[in-house]
Protein backbone atom coordinates (compact mmCIF):
# COMPACT_ATOMS: atom_id res chain seq x y z
CA UNK A 1 0.00 0.00 0.00
CA UNK A 2 0.98 3.35 -0.95
CA UNK A 3 1.91 5.83 1.69
CA UNK A 4 1.24 9.57 1.77
CA UNK A 5 4.55 10.72 3.41
CA UNK A 6 3.40 14.20 4.53
CA UNK A 7 0.52 13.05 6.19
CA UNK A 8 2.21 9.81 8.22
CA UNK A 9 4.61 12.57 8.69
CA UNK A 10 2.05 14.98 10.45
CA UNK A 11 -0.46 12.34 11.88
CA UNK A 12 3.16 10.95 13.55
CA UNK A 13 3.98 14.29 15.04
CA UNK A 14 0.39 14.77 16.16
CA UNK A 15 0.50 12.02 18.35
CA UNK A 16 3.57 12.54 19.87
CA UNK A 17 2.68 16.09 20.83
CA UNK A 18 -0.18 14.81 22.33
CA UNK A 19 1.89 12.15 24.04
CA UNK A 20 3.92 14.62 25.69
CA UNK A 21 1.65 17.26 26.54
CA UNK A 22 2.32 19.99 23.91
CA UNK A 23 -1.20 20.87 23.03
CA UNK A 24 -2.41 20.31 27.02
CA UNK A 25 -3.84 23.65 28.03
CA UNK A 26 -1.91 26.68 29.08
CA UNK A 27 -2.16 27.78 32.43
CA UNK A 28 -1.64 30.91 34.42
CA UNK A 29 -1.75 31.33 37.99
CA UNK A 30 -1.62 34.86 38.71
CA UNK A 31 -0.97 36.10 41.67
CA UNK A 32 -3.81 38.99 42.94
CA UNK A 33 -3.35 40.67 46.35
CA UNK A 34 -7.48 40.25 47.06
CA UNK A 35 -10.14 38.83 46.09
CA UNK A 36 -12.57 40.71 43.98
CA UNK A 37 -15.88 42.52 46.00
CA UNK A 38 -17.75 42.08 43.28
CA UNK A 39 -17.67 40.67 39.19
CA UNK A 40 -19.76 43.47 38.27
CA UNK A 41 -17.83 46.47 36.72
CA UNK A 42 -20.51 48.73 37.67
CA UNK A 43 -19.77 47.97 41.22
CA UNK A 44 -16.20 47.52 41.37
CA UNK A 45 -13.61 50.12 42.61
CA UNK A 46 -10.00 48.40 43.31
CA UNK A 47 -7.13 47.71 41.08
CA UNK A 48 -7.61 44.00 42.57
CA UNK A 49 -10.49 43.89 40.46
CA UNK A 50 -9.56 45.73 37.59
CA UNK A 51 -7.31 42.99 36.96
CA UNK A 52 -9.90 40.33 36.50
CA UNK A 53 -12.11 42.56 34.84
CA UNK A 54 -10.13 43.54 32.28
CA UNK A 55 -9.70 40.23 30.89
CA UNK A 56 -13.27 39.57 31.20
CA UNK A 57 -14.50 42.44 29.12
CA UNK A 58 -13.40 44.93 26.80
CA UNK A 59 -14.29 48.80 27.08
CA UNK A 60 -14.67 50.87 24.17
CA UNK A 61 -10.92 51.05 24.41
CA UNK A 62 -8.27 49.31 26.01
CA UNK A 63 -4.82 49.44 27.06
CA UNK A 64 -2.45 46.91 25.50
CA UNK A 65 0.39 45.57 26.95
CA UNK A 66 2.42 48.60 27.23
CA UNK A 67 -0.92 50.27 29.03
CA UNK A 68 -1.51 52.28 25.50
CA UNK A 69 -4.68 52.96 24.20
CA UNK A 70 -6.10 51.02 21.53
CA UNK A 71 -9.57 50.07 19.57
CA UNK A 72 -11.54 47.83 21.72
CA UNK A 73 -14.98 47.12 21.79
CA UNK A 74 -15.24 49.64 19.51
CA UNK A 75 -13.14 49.56 16.10
CA UNK A 76 -12.94 53.11 15.41
CA UNK A 77 -14.28 56.56 15.96
CA UNK A 78 -14.54 60.52 15.41
CA UNK A 79 -14.98 63.48 17.04
CA UNK A 80 -16.58 66.62 16.70
CA UNK A 81 -14.87 70.00 15.88
CA UNK A 82 -15.76 71.18 18.80
CA UNK A 83 -14.35 68.23 20.94
CA UNK A 84 -17.88 67.20 22.79
CA UNK A 85 -19.31 64.80 20.41
CA UNK A 86 -17.95 61.23 20.08
CA UNK A 87 -19.28 58.11 18.02
CA UNK A 88 -18.16 55.17 18.03
CA UNK A 89 -17.74 52.19 15.55
CA UNK A 90 -18.92 49.11 17.18
CA UNK A 91 -16.97 45.90 15.89
CA UNK A 92 -19.44 44.16 12.95
CA UNK A 93 -17.81 40.67 14.65
CA UNK A 94 -18.27 41.95 18.50
CA UNK A 95 -19.83 39.21 20.35
CA UNK A 96 -20.80 38.75 23.86
CA UNK A 97 -19.09 35.36 24.81
CA UNK A 98 -22.65 33.55 24.79
CA UNK A 99 -22.47 34.31 21.10
CA UNK A 100 -24.91 37.50 20.86
CA UNK A 101 -24.35 40.62 19.40
CA UNK A 102 -22.53 43.31 21.23
CA UNK A 103 -24.63 46.34 20.80
CA UNK A 104 -24.89 50.05 21.17
CA UNK A 105 -27.86 49.46 23.58
CA UNK A 106 -26.00 47.37 25.75
CA UNK A 107 -23.18 50.82 26.17
CA UNK A 108 -26.62 53.02 26.37
CA UNK A 109 -27.87 50.49 29.06
CA UNK A 110 -25.01 50.16 31.19
CA UNK A 111 -24.01 53.86 30.80
CA UNK A 112 -27.12 54.39 32.18
CA UNK A 113 -26.79 51.90 34.97
CA UNK A 114 -23.58 53.18 36.34
CA UNK A 115 -24.88 56.79 36.67
CA UNK A 116 -28.33 55.62 38.34
CA UNK A 117 -28.17 56.39 41.93
CA UNK A 118 -30.52 52.84 42.17
CA UNK A 119 -26.89 51.11 41.20
CA UNK A 120 -25.37 52.77 43.76
CA UNK A 121 -21.68 52.53 42.00
CA UNK A 122 -18.61 54.17 43.73
CA UNK A 123 -17.18 55.04 39.82
CA UNK A 124 -20.10 56.60 39.08
CA UNK A 125 -18.50 59.99 39.09
CA UNK A 126 -16.34 58.45 36.05
CA UNK A 127 -19.15 59.83 33.64
CA UNK A 128 -19.28 63.25 34.68
CA UNK A 129 -17.90 64.70 31.69
CA UNK A 130 -20.96 63.43 30.13
CA UNK A 131 -24.29 65.36 29.49
CA UNK A 132 -26.70 65.24 32.70
CA UNK A 133 -24.64 62.54 34.33
CA UNK A 134 -23.71 64.24 37.27
CA UNK A 135 -27.49 65.42 37.78
CA UNK A 136 -29.02 61.86 36.91
CA UNK A 137 -26.52 60.53 39.54
CA UNK A 138 -27.92 63.15 42.40
CA UNK A 139 -31.91 62.03 41.08
CA UNK A 140 -32.55 65.84 40.00
CA UNK A 141 -32.57 63.90 36.27
CA UNK A 142 -33.58 60.59 34.72
CA UNK A 143 -31.23 58.35 33.31
CA UNK A 144 -32.80 58.33 30.21
CA UNK A 145 -31.33 61.44 29.97
CA UNK A 146 -27.70 60.99 29.72
CA UNK A 147 -26.12 62.37 27.11
CA UNK A 148 -25.29 59.06 25.05
CA UNK A 149 -27.45 57.34 22.06
CA UNK A 150 -27.71 54.42 19.89
CA UNK A 151 -27.93 55.43 16.56
CA UNK A 152 -27.84 52.09 14.94
CA UNK A 153 -27.16 48.64 16.16
CA UNK A 154 -23.19 49.19 16.00
CA UNK A 155 -23.38 53.13 16.43
CA UNK A 156 -22.45 54.78 19.97
CA UNK A 157 -22.55 58.38 20.58
CA UNK A 158 -21.59 60.34 23.47
CA UNK A 159 -22.15 64.17 24.20
CA UNK A 160 -19.78 65.78 26.52
CA UNK A 161 -19.84 69.32 28.66
CA UNK A 162 -17.05 70.16 27.43
CA UNK A 163 -13.97 68.50 25.78
CA UNK A 164 -12.17 66.22 27.87
CA UNK A 165 -8.75 65.08 27.09
CA UNK A 166 -8.84 61.98 29.41
CA UNK A 167 -11.53 60.43 27.63
CA UNK A 168 -10.80 58.23 25.54
CA UNK A 169 -7.90 56.76 28.08
CA UNK A 170 -11.18 57.08 30.59
CA UNK A 171 -12.53 54.17 28.39
CA UNK A 172 -10.44 51.52 29.18
CA UNK A 173 -11.84 51.25 33.08
CA UNK A 174 -13.89 48.87 34.13
CA UNK A 175 -16.49 51.33 35.47
CA UNK A 176 -17.40 52.24 31.61
CA UNK A 177 -17.92 48.86 30.13
CA UNK A 178 -20.73 47.49 29.09
CA UNK A 179 -22.91 44.54 30.16
CA UNK A 180 -24.81 42.87 28.39
CA UNK A 181 -28.57 44.01 28.82
CA UNK A 182 -30.16 40.75 28.02
CA UNK A 183 -27.63 38.94 30.93
CA UNK A 184 -28.29 41.28 33.43
CA UNK A 185 -32.46 41.11 32.92
CA UNK A 186 -32.88 37.58 32.83
CA UNK A 187 -30.78 36.79 35.91
CA UNK A 188 -30.56 40.67 37.98
CA UNK A 189 -27.80 40.67 40.74
CA UNK A 190 -27.01 36.94 39.69
CA UNK A 191 -25.89 37.64 36.39
CA UNK A 192 -21.88 37.99 37.81
CA UNK A 193 -22.02 34.44 39.06
CA UNK A 194 -20.33 31.34 37.28
CA UNK A 195 -22.47 30.08 34.30
CA UNK A 196 -24.60 33.28 34.31
CA UNK A 197 -22.06 35.93 33.49
CA UNK A 198 -21.34 37.13 29.77
CA UNK A 199 -18.84 39.23 29.12
CA UNK A 200 -17.03 40.91 25.45
CA UNK A 201 -13.33 40.36 26.83
CA UNK A 202 -10.71 37.73 25.93
CA UNK A 203 -11.57 35.29 28.60
CA UNK A 204 -14.97 34.40 30.27
CA UNK A 205 -15.85 33.31 33.88
CA UNK A 206 -15.87 29.71 34.89
CA UNK A 207 -15.32 29.59 38.81
CA UNK A 208 -15.28 31.72 41.47
CA UNK A 209 -14.28 30.00 44.75
CA UNK A 210 -14.00 33.10 47.65
CA UNK A 211 -10.48 33.07 49.42
CA UNK A 212 -8.96 30.30 46.67
CA UNK A 213 -9.40 31.37 43.30
CA UNK A 214 -11.56 33.05 40.41
CA UNK A 215 -10.63 31.08 36.81
CA UNK A 216 -11.28 32.18 33.67
CA UNK A 217 -11.50 29.86 30.21
CA UNK A 218 -10.61 31.54 26.84
CA UNK A 219 -13.37 33.32 25.30
CA UNK A 220 -13.67 31.33 21.87
CA UNK A 221 -16.45 34.28 20.51
CA UNK A 222 -13.35 36.98 20.99
CA UNK A 223 -12.57 39.13 17.72
CA UNK A 224 -8.96 38.72 18.66
CA UNK A 225 -9.43 35.04 20.23
CA UNK A 226 -7.03 33.76 17.45
CA UNK A 227 -3.94 35.53 19.11
CA UNK A 228 -4.80 34.87 22.60
CA UNK A 229 -2.32 32.73 23.70
CA UNK A 230 -3.07 31.77 27.31
CA UNK A 231 -5.85 29.12 27.51
CA UNK A 232 -6.64 29.47 31.10
CA UNK A 233 -6.08 32.05 34.14
CA UNK A 234 -6.71 31.40 37.83
CA UNK A 235 -6.63 34.81 39.57
CA UNK A 236 -5.51 33.74 43.30
CA UNK A 237 -5.71 35.97 46.14
CA UNK A 238 -2.17 36.64 48.00
CA UNK A 239 -2.91 38.97 51.11
CA UNK A 240 -0.34 37.14 52.54
CA UNK A 241 2.86 38.00 50.35
CA UNK A 242 5.18 36.11 52.13
CA UNK A 243 3.51 32.91 51.64
CA UNK A 244 2.86 34.17 47.90
CA UNK A 245 6.77 33.72 47.73
CA UNK A 246 6.94 30.86 49.04
CA UNK A 247 4.41 29.66 46.31
CA UNK A 248 6.10 31.35 43.69
CA UNK A 249 9.25 29.98 44.28
CA UNK A 250 7.40 26.61 44.00
CA UNK A 251 5.90 27.10 40.91
CA UNK A 252 2.15 27.51 42.00
CA UNK A 253 2.33 30.66 40.81
CA UNK A 254 3.80 32.28 37.48
CA UNK A 255 3.68 36.36 39.04
CA UNK A 256 2.20 37.86 41.97
CA UNK A 257 1.53 41.53 42.11
CA UNK A 258 3.22 42.62 45.26
CA UNK A 259 6.09 41.55 47.39
CA UNK A 260 6.68 41.97 50.81
CA UNK A 261 9.35 44.50 50.78
CA UNK A 262 11.27 43.96 53.76
CA UNK A 263 12.30 40.42 52.19
CA UNK A 264 13.67 42.83 49.23
CA UNK A 265 17.33 42.06 49.51
CA UNK A 266 16.63 37.94 49.55
CA UNK A 267 13.82 38.27 46.79
CA UNK A 268 16.30 39.85 44.65
CA UNK A 269 19.00 37.31 45.13
CA UNK A 270 16.88 34.35 44.85
CA UNK A 271 14.96 35.39 41.53
CA UNK A 272 17.21 37.76 40.36
CA UNK A 273 15.70 40.05 36.98
CA UNK A 274 12.26 38.18 37.69
CA UNK A 275 11.55 41.24 40.52
CA UNK A 276 10.05 44.13 39.05
CA UNK A 277 10.26 47.34 40.40
CA UNK A 278 9.78 50.88 38.79
CA UNK A 279 7.50 53.75 38.53
CA UNK A 280 4.01 53.75 39.21
CA UNK A 281 1.65 56.20 39.03
CA UNK A 282 -0.31 55.99 41.99
CA UNK A 283 -0.51 57.23 45.76
CA UNK A 284 -0.54 55.48 48.61
CA UNK A 285 -2.33 57.97 51.63
CA UNK A 286 -4.15 57.51 54.70
CA UNK A 287 -7.33 59.65 54.81
CA UNK A 288 -9.21 61.00 58.11
CA UNK A 289 -13.01 60.73 58.42
CA UNK A 290 -13.67 64.71 58.25
CA UNK A 291 -17.38 65.15 59.59
CA UNK A 292 -15.74 63.21 62.91
CA UNK A 293 -14.79 65.36 65.75
CA UNK A 294 -11.73 65.84 66.31
CA UNK A 295 -10.70 64.90 62.78
CA UNK A 296 -12.98 67.84 61.50
CA UNK A 297 -9.82 70.06 62.81
CA UNK A 298 -7.39 70.34 59.66
CA UNK A 299 -4.94 71.87 62.13
CA UNK A 300 -4.90 68.78 63.77
CA UNK A 301 -4.58 67.03 60.52
CA UNK A 302 -1.42 68.80 59.97
CA UNK A 303 0.34 67.84 63.19
CA UNK A 304 -0.33 64.33 62.41
CA UNK A 305 1.28 64.27 59.40
CA UNK A 306 4.04 66.61 60.09
CA UNK A 307 4.66 64.13 62.66
CA UNK A 308 5.11 60.88 60.11
CA UNK A 309 8.42 60.63 58.81
CA UNK A 310 7.73 59.68 55.10
CA UNK A 311 11.72 58.93 54.71
CA UNK A 312 11.59 56.27 57.04
CA UNK A 313 8.93 55.20 55.35
CA UNK A 314 10.24 55.23 52.12
CA UNK A 315 13.55 53.50 53.08
CA UNK A 316 13.45 51.46 55.68
CA UNK A 317 9.87 50.27 55.64
CA UNK A 318 9.55 49.82 51.71
CA UNK A 319 13.34 49.19 50.66
CA UNK A 320 12.98 52.64 48.67
CA UNK A 321 10.82 50.70 45.84
CA UNK A 322 8.70 53.56 47.09
CA UNK A 323 9.25 57.65 46.93
CA UNK A 324 8.74 60.11 50.23
CA UNK A 325 4.51 62.12 48.79
CA UNK A 326 3.64 65.36 49.66
CA UNK A 327 0.77 65.86 47.39
CA UNK A 328 -1.72 63.42 46.03
CA UNK A 329 -1.32 64.19 42.33
CA UNK A 330 2.28 62.28 41.71
CA UNK A 331 4.91 63.87 39.50
CA UNK A 332 5.28 63.68 36.10
CA UNK A 333 2.14 64.52 34.71
CA UNK A 334 2.71 66.67 31.22
CA UNK A 335 1.22 70.32 31.91
CA UNK A 336 0.84 70.23 35.76
CA UNK A 337 1.92 71.59 38.61
CA UNK A 338 1.54 69.76 41.97
CA UNK A 339 0.86 71.28 45.10
CA UNK A 340 2.72 70.16 48.19
CA UNK A 341 2.11 70.88 51.66
CA UNK A 342 3.72 73.84 52.82
CA UNK A 343 6.06 71.39 55.49
CA UNK A 344 7.36 69.45 52.13
CA UNK A 345 11.05 70.64 52.71
CA UNK A 346 11.60 71.42 55.82
CA UNK A 347 12.97 69.16 58.11
CA UNK A 348 11.53 66.26 60.36
CA UNK A 349 12.68 67.84 63.39
CA UNK A 350 11.08 70.76 62.52
CA UNK A 351 8.08 68.96 61.17
CA UNK A 352 7.90 67.32 64.75
CA UNK A 353 8.35 70.53 67.07
CA UNK A 354 5.70 72.12 64.96
CA UNK A 355 3.14 69.17 65.73
CA UNK A 356 4.02 69.30 69.07
CA UNK A 357 3.33 73.08 69.49
CA UNK A 358 -0.01 72.41 67.51
CA UNK A 359 -0.85 69.81 69.87
CA UNK A 360 -0.32 71.92 73.08
CA UNK A 361 -2.66 74.43 71.69
CA UNK A 362 -5.55 72.29 70.94
CA UNK A 363 -4.95 70.81 74.44
CA UNK A 364 -3.82 67.27 74.12
CA UNK A 365 -0.72 66.29 76.51
CA UNK A 366 0.02 63.68 78.83
CA UNK A 367 -2.56 64.58 80.72
CA UNK A 368 -4.92 64.17 77.67
CA UNK A 369 -3.61 61.86 75.25
CA UNK A 370 -4.76 61.88 71.91
CA UNK A 371 -6.28 58.90 70.67
CA UNK A 372 -6.33 57.54 67.21
CA UNK A 373 -6.88 54.37 65.51
CA UNK A 374 -5.71 53.10 62.36
CA UNK A 375 -7.45 51.07 59.94
CA UNK A 376 -5.46 48.89 57.07
CA UNK A 377 -6.01 45.98 54.91
CA UNK A 378 -4.35 42.67 55.20
CA UNK A 379 -0.52 42.95 53.59
CA UNK A 380 2.81 42.87 55.90
CA UNK A 381 3.70 45.89 54.04
CA UNK A 382 0.26 47.94 55.44
CA UNK A 383 0.89 46.54 58.65
CA UNK A 384 4.73 47.24 58.82
CA UNK A 385 3.73 51.03 57.54
CA UNK A 386 0.92 50.96 60.26
CA UNK A 387 3.05 50.07 63.32
CA UNK A 388 5.96 52.07 62.37
CA UNK A 389 3.44 55.34 62.08
CA UNK A 390 2.68 54.25 65.42
CA UNK A 391 6.23 54.40 66.95
CA UNK A 392 6.25 57.61 65.49
CA UNK A 393 3.87 59.42 66.93
CA UNK A 394 4.26 57.90 70.53
CA UNK A 395 6.52 60.13 71.38
CA UNK A 396 4.00 63.08 70.71
CA UNK A 397 1.19 61.65 73.41
CA UNK A 398 -0.83 59.97 70.33
CA UNK A 399 -2.04 56.88 71.36
CA UNK A 400 -2.57 55.18 68.34
CA UNK A 401 -4.49 51.59 68.14
CA UNK A 402 -4.25 49.61 65.08
CA UNK A 403 -7.79 47.54 63.49
CA UNK A 404 -6.37 45.01 60.14
CA UNK A 405 -9.37 43.83 58.33
CA UNK A 406 -9.08 41.87 55.20
CA UNK A 407 -9.00 43.74 51.98
CA UNK A 408 -12.55 42.71 50.65
CA UNK A 409 -13.48 43.79 54.04
CA UNK A 410 -11.92 47.00 54.36
CA UNK A 411 -12.66 48.55 51.50
CA UNK A 412 -16.35 48.03 51.54
CA UNK A 413 -16.17 49.56 55.26
CA UNK A 414 -15.04 52.57 53.29
CA UNK A 415 -17.03 52.69 50.76
CA UNK A 416 -19.95 52.31 52.61
CA UNK A 417 -18.81 55.33 54.90
CA UNK A 418 -18.43 53.27 57.99
CA UNK A 419 -16.61 55.11 60.99
CA UNK A 420 -13.43 55.19 61.33
CA UNK A 421 -10.44 57.83 62.57
CA UNK A 422 -7.94 57.28 60.22
CA UNK A 423 -7.94 54.68 56.94
CA UNK A 424 -5.14 53.26 54.69
CA UNK A 425 -5.91 53.55 50.96
CA UNK A 426 -3.61 54.24 47.84
CA UNK A 427 -5.22 55.49 44.36
CA UNK A 428 -3.53 54.05 40.94
CA UNK A 429 -4.09 56.44 38.34
CA UNK A 430 -7.18 54.82 36.16
CA UNK A 431 -6.07 57.57 33.41
CA UNK A 432 -2.78 59.57 33.16
CA UNK A 433 -4.46 62.69 34.01
CA UNK A 434 -4.91 64.76 38.23
CA UNK A 435 -8.23 64.88 37.69
CA UNK A 436 -8.30 61.45 38.88
CA UNK A 437 -7.18 61.41 42.10
CA UNK A 438 -8.73 65.41 42.75
CA UNK A 439 -12.07 63.72 42.12
CA UNK A 440 -11.60 61.39 45.28
CA UNK A 441 -11.51 64.74 47.28
CA UNK A 442 -15.18 65.70 45.49
CA UNK A 443 -18.40 66.09 47.32
CA UNK A 444 -20.42 63.36 47.25
CA UNK A 445 -17.89 61.02 45.18
CA UNK A 446 -17.86 57.45 46.06
CA UNK A 447 -14.72 56.64 46.89
CA UNK A 448 -14.56 59.82 48.90
CA UNK A 449 -13.75 57.53 51.98
CA UNK A 450 -13.19 60.73 54.12
CA UNK A 451 -16.14 62.77 52.80
CA UNK A 452 -14.34 65.59 52.86
CA UNK A 453 -16.60 68.36 51.39
CA UNK A 454 -15.70 71.72 50.55
CA UNK A 455 -17.54 74.56 48.03
CA UNK A 456 -14.55 76.27 46.95
CA UNK A 457 -12.49 72.82 46.05
CA UNK A 458 -15.93 71.55 44.00
CA UNK A 459 -16.21 74.82 41.71
CA UNK A 460 -12.94 74.76 40.96
CA UNK A 461 -12.83 70.82 39.55
CA UNK A 462 -16.22 72.41 38.19
CA UNK A 463 -14.85 75.09 36.50
CA UNK A 464 -11.56 72.82 35.42
CA UNK A 465 -14.39 70.53 33.77
CA UNK A 466 -15.77 73.31 31.85
CA UNK A 467 -12.48 74.93 30.18
CA UNK A 468 -11.69 74.66 26.54
CA UNK A 469 -8.40 75.85 27.30
CA UNK A 470 -5.80 72.95 28.46
CA UNK A 471 -3.38 75.35 30.55
CA UNK A 472 -6.31 76.98 32.04
CA UNK A 473 -7.84 73.76 32.76
CA UNK A 474 -4.39 72.44 35.01
CA UNK A 475 -4.12 75.78 36.54
CA UNK A 476 -7.75 75.40 37.99
CA UNK A 477 -6.68 71.90 39.13
CA UNK A 478 -4.14 72.82 40.58
CA UNK A 479 -5.62 75.31 42.63
CA UNK A 480 -8.06 72.63 43.57
CA UNK A 481 -5.09 70.66 45.10
CA UNK A 482 -3.51 73.77 46.87
CA UNK A 483 -7.15 74.40 48.63
CA UNK A 484 -8.62 70.48 49.26
CA UNK A 485 -4.93 68.68 49.43
CA UNK A 486 -1.92 71.34 50.91
CA UNK A 487 -4.12 73.67 52.81
CA UNK A 488 -7.11 70.70 53.89
CA UNK A 489 -5.52 67.21 53.89
CA UNK A 490 -8.89 66.03 52.73
CA UNK A 491 -6.23 62.62 52.33
CA UNK A 492 -3.04 62.40 53.78
CA UNK A 493 -0.72 61.48 51.18
CA UNK A 494 2.50 59.40 52.56
CA UNK A 495 4.12 57.69 49.35
CA UNK A 496 4.26 57.80 45.57
CA UNK A 497 3.98 54.04 44.38
CA UNK A 498 6.02 52.31 42.94
CA UNK A 499 5.32 48.84 41.22
CA UNK A 500 7.05 45.71 42.95
CA UNK A 501 6.07 42.55 41.44
CA UNK A 502 7.64 38.84 41.20
CA UNK A 503 7.06 37.49 37.19
CA UNK A 504 8.33 34.06 35.83
CA UNK A 505 10.93 33.60 33.34
CA UNK A 506 8.16 31.74 31.69
CA UNK A 507 6.05 34.37 31.13
CA UNK A 508 6.58 36.42 27.39
CA UNK A 509 4.97 39.72 26.93
CA UNK A 510 5.04 40.98 29.97
CA UNK A 511 5.83 45.13 29.59
CA UNK A 512 6.79 47.41 32.84
CA UNK A 513 4.61 50.23 32.67
CA UNK A 514 4.15 52.84 34.91
CA UNK A 515 0.18 51.94 35.06
CA UNK A 516 1.70 48.54 35.98
CA UNK A 517 -1.20 46.86 33.41
CA UNK A 518 -1.01 43.44 32.48
CA UNK A 519 -3.95 41.90 30.28
CA UNK A 520 -3.12 38.36 29.95
CA UNK A 521 -4.64 38.34 26.02
CA UNK A 522 -1.16 39.99 25.44
CA UNK A 523 0.77 37.18 27.39
CA UNK A 524 2.59 34.11 26.37
CA UNK A 525 3.77 30.74 28.88
CA UNK A 526 6.52 28.77 27.72
Not at 8 to 25: C, H, K, N, Q, R
Not at 37 to 54: C, F, G, M, Q, W
Not at 292 to 308: E, T, V, Y
Given at each position: ???????????T????????????????????????????P?????????????????????????????????E????S?????????????????????????????S?????????????????????????????????????????????????????????????S???T?????????????????????????????????????V??V?N????????????????????????????F???????????P???????????????????????????????????????????????????????????????P??S??????????????????????D??????????E??????????????????????????????????????????????????????????????????????????????????????????????????????????????????????????G??????????????????????????????????????????
Amino acid sequence: MRVNYKSWLIGTTMLVMSATGAFAEVVFNRGNSADPESLDPHKTSTVYEANILRDLFSGLTVQDAKAEIIPGAAESWTMSPDGKTYTFKLRADGKWSDGSPVTADDFVFSWRRLVDPATAAEYAYMLSPVVNADAINKGEKKPEELGVKAIDPLTFEVTLNAPTPYFLEMLSHQSTYAVSKANVEKFGADFIKPGNLVSNGAYMLAEFVPNDHVKAVKNPNFYDAANVKIDVVNYIPTEDRSTAMKRFEAGELDSNDDIPTEQLADLKAKFGDQVRIGPYLGTYYYVFKTPKDPWSNAKLRHAISMAIDRDYLAEKVWQNTMIPAYSFVPPGIGGYETKTTDYAETSQLDREDAAKKILAELGYGPDKPLKLEIRYNTSENHKNTAVAIQEQLKPLGIEVTLLNTDTKTHYAHLENHGDFDVARAGWIADYKDPENFLALCKSGTGNNYGEYSNREYDDLLAAAAASADPAERMKKLSEAEAIGVARDLCVMPLLYYGFHTVVSDKLKGWEDNVMDVHPTRFLSKE
